[in-house]
């Protein structure tokens, strides 16, 4: 089945929230085009290629993909079959936002009305991604120059920010979420070194600043 091509609004004239907001609907409403059977072949050619992007590196961030974001389940699984330990987000103590180790003998599980499901063990903070060594985030676009369109909360960008400088971070995105326009951002936006498209691992210029190299 194919899909109508990506229509990018003119964001020129917007301010920076307005314009991501713009943006943000047009993707979204781009991405509902995808079918079941159709996600279903993305998902299996990710798993192989994010599995590259990893290399030998050993304790993974990965995400629960929901509605249809860049699926993840076999991503997930690949992973933990090539002996990977996997964090995948969490809610804490109190609503916070935290991360758990998933095992794959465990069912993820709801913990919280329209939350992606989560692992059922131990909440662990955000000091735990100073140990992580690659993380592979969900995105909604990204540029060239790696600015990245998130859905809005602002959570992954507070997650880059505790990384290890030689963690490998990587957005999966579909191959038309690849921007040559720009991305409106502001302080809190962080940059991704690397798109992450289903059978192919691209550069931004992020990744030309000291970022470390997959594979």
Same mark, same amino acid.
């Given at each position: 089945?194919?899909?109508?091509?990506?229509?990018v609004?003119? $964001?020129?004239?917007?301010?920076?929230?307005?314009?991501?907001?713009a943006?943000?609907?047009?993707?979204?409403?781009?991405?509902?085009?995808?079918?079941k059977?159709?996600?279903?072949?993305?998902?299996?050619?990710? &798993?192989?290629?994010?599995?590259?992007?990893?290399?030998?590196?050993?304790?993974?961030?990965?995400?629960?993909?929901?509605?249809?974001? /860049?699926p993840?389940?076999?991503?997930?699984?690949?992973?933990?079959?090539?002996g990977?330990?996997?964090l995948? /987000?969490k809610l804490?103590?109190?609503?916070?936002?935290s991360?758990?180790?998933?095992?794959?003998?465990? *069912?993820?599980?709801?913990?919280?009305?329209?939350?992606?499901?989560?692992?059922?063990?131990e &909440?662990?903070? /955000?000091?735990?991604? &100073?140990?992580?060594?690659?993380?592979?985030?969900?995105?909604?676009?990204?540029?060239?120059?790696?600015?990245?369109?998130?859905?809005?909360?602002?959570?992954?960008?507070?997650?880059?920010?505790?990384?290890?400088?030689?963690?490998?971070?990587?957005?999966?995105?579909?191959?038309?979420?690849?921007?040559?326009?720009? $991305?409106?951002?502001? *302080?809190?936006?962080?940059?991704?070194?690397?798109?992450?498209?289903?059978?192919? $691992?691209?550069?931004?210029?992020?990744?030309?600043?000291?970022?470390?190299?997959?594979?």
């Amino acid at each position: 089945m194919s899909i109508s091509a990506l229509s990018v609004p003119n $964001i020129s004239s917007m301010e920076v929230e307005e314009g991501k907001q713009a943006l943000r609907s047009a993707i979204r409403a781009h991405r509902k085009q995808r079918g079941k059977k159709m996600l279903e072949k993305f998902s299996k050619e990710w &798993a192989q290629t994010v599995l590259h992007f990893v290399g030998e590196r050993e304790l993974v961030a990965c995400y629960v993909s929901v509605n249809k974001e /860049p699926p993840t389940r076999e991503v997930v699984a690949a992973l933990c079959e090539a002996g990977k330990r996997v964090l995948l /987000p969490k809610l804490g103590p109190g609503l916070t936002r935290s991360w758990g180790l998933y095992s794959p003998r465990e *069912e993820l599980v709801e913990m919280a009305p329209g939350r992606p499901p989560e692992p059922p063990g131990e &909440a662990l903070g /955000p000091e735990v991604l &100073a140990d992580v060594e690659a993380l592979v985030i969900p995105a909604l676009a990204i540029s060239h120059r790696g600015a990245r369109l998130g859905q809005g909360g602002g959570w992954y960008d507070r997650a880059l920010k505790k990384v290890s400088p030689n963690a490998l971070v990587g957005a999966m995105i579909y191959p038309e979420e690849l921007l040559e326009e720009s $991305i409106p951002q502001d *302080e809190m936006d962080m940059r991704v070194p690397y798109v992450i498209h289903p059978t192919a $691992i691209l550069q931004t210029s992020a990744a030309r600043e000291g970022c470390p190299q997959f594979g």
